[in-house]
């Protein structure tokens, strides 16, 4: 339809008469019943959109308004370049255009992008993003060398930026509320508490991590529940403050950095935790995944997996993918078992943590914005308005139900040590 509607307006542009009306010949009543080329093919993707509640404002004045009650927000198109850019593809070239700062948006962006979630069709969500990507799916294997690529592109931005919105621990993942007035700071430390919990963690014992971010959750499992810990990490920024703070703090002895491939890790642990890294690991590595955990698990051994995922399977928004995650790719809870199934692993339980993620980027957004100045500094305007629009998009997708996140715990079959109620989860 969008290679149509490109059409239709070339067409327009060169003088058709179906699609614009004669200068020569003016009929000011019919003309006042038909739309402009532009107007009438930003109808028609509105259209395939779900129309959300938003009104459209082209460079010259022209408006589409919103076919809803109500209007969110207005979406301002400044040149003909970006109204083409949006029509042939409205989720990368939204993105694009937004950075570039030939869209704008009048109104609060996050209800905005929130309001498109909630309009798009359920059945057609993400395929745009599926066509696109639908020649690349299983050619592009996730190889140490990508993977190492991919990070580097997201987290050795540098570590400054990061401390200007993140916690005082650095924990780039979902925080948890138990209550959602809680502030960041607090949250993230029941994150971290909530995940221990979970692994029923006792003194002396040994962990794996993968994926270990800036060392918060191996510094607190060793700090407070007597663990030895052993991090990979493949990021250079994250691995070299993490070794700081382990020396700074006096662990360094029982905190062991690793800058290398989690499919490189070896050794025997009593649990497996992996926070914020499986969204990176390509489902096509599920399985070497699996064969990670399952060597490196003692027999009486359990884990636990926290990942952004989808309800079901569908890629990565393009924009997202191309500008912001190189190789994300959140799995639905069935692409999930792919990493428990073959080896033998029982699932014991699963929590869906949506809102508690939307609270986390609330607060991500707020302190992101309270320092634009600062990340203005560092940055050119495409990356602050990128970040802006990430963050923001990240908010909206949760809010809307379009992204979850989910925690799995896990240990293996047959093994009879396990709580017979859920309340060790809430018991501090």
């Not at 700081?244 to 490189?264: T, W």
Request: hydrophobic share 40%; with cysteine.
């Amino acid at each position: 339809m969008h290679q149509e509607q490109t059409e239709a307006y070339a067409k327009a542009m060169n003088g058709d008469a179906e699609c614009a009306p004669r200068e020569t010949e003016p009929r000011p009543a019919l003309a006042n019943k038909v739309f402009s080329a532009e107007k009438l093919l930003l109808a028609r993707m509105m259209e395939s959109l779900g129309n959300p509640p938003l009104d459209l404002v082209l460079w010259d004045g022209q408006e589409i308004a919103s076919l809803a009650n109500h209007s969110t927000a207005r979406v301002l198109i400044r040149d003909r370049g970006a109204l083409l850019k949006l029509i042939a593809n409205p989720e990368l070239g939204f993105g694009e255009m937004y950075t570039a700062d030939r869209i704008e948006v009048q109104g609060n962006l996050v209800d905005c992008l929130e309001a498109i979630y909630r309009a798009m069709p359920r059945t057609d969500h993400g395929q745009i993003g599926k066509i696109l990507l639908a020649p690349f799916n299983g050619a592009l294997r996730n190889t140490q060398q990508r993977a190492r690529r991919n990070i580097h592109h997201h987290y050795d931005i540098g570590n400054e930026f990061y401390k200007l919105w993140l916690d005082r621990d650095m924990v780039y993942t979902c925080a948890y509320f138990p209550d959602p007035a809680m502030g960041l700071e607090e949250a993230q430390t029941a994150k971290l508490d909530y995940v221990c919990r979970k692994l029923r963690l006792a003194p002396g014992e040994t962990v794996l991590e993968t994926g270990c971010g800036w060392g918060a959750l191996a510094l607190h499992m060793a700090k407070h529940y007597g663990a030895t810990m052993k991090a990979y990490n493949i990021s250079k920024e994250q691995i070299a403050y993490a070794r700081e703070r382990a020396l700074a703090e006096g662990l360094d002895g029982r905190v062991q950095f690793i800058e290398d491939d989690y499919r490189n890790a070896g050794g025997q642990f009593d649990a497996f935790v992996s926070v914020g890294m499986l969204e990176h690991v390509g489902i096509d590595q599920y399985h070497a995944l699996g064969k990670v955990i399952d060597r490196c698990l003692k027999d009486t051994g359990r884990g636990l997996i926290h990942s952004i995922g989808r309800d079901r399977p569908s890629p990565m928004t393009p924009w997202i993918e191309r500008n912001i995650f190189p190789g994300a790719c959140p799995p639905s809870l069935s692409q999930m078992t792919q990493i428990f199934e073959p080896f033998g692993f029982s699932v014991l339980d699963v929590e869906n943590l949506r809102l508690h993620y939307a609270k986390t980027l609330e607060h991500w957004l707020e302190r992101y914005e309270a320092n634009i100045e600062r990340v203005a500094q560092m940055f050119d305007p495409a990356f602050v308005r990128a970040w802006r629009l990430y963050l923001a998009g990240s908010l909206a997708a949760f809010r809307s139900g379009d992204m979850q996140l989910f925690q799995v715990s896990f240990n293996r079959s047959g093994q009879n040590r396990i709580p017979w109620t859920r309340q060790y989860l809430y018991s501090c």
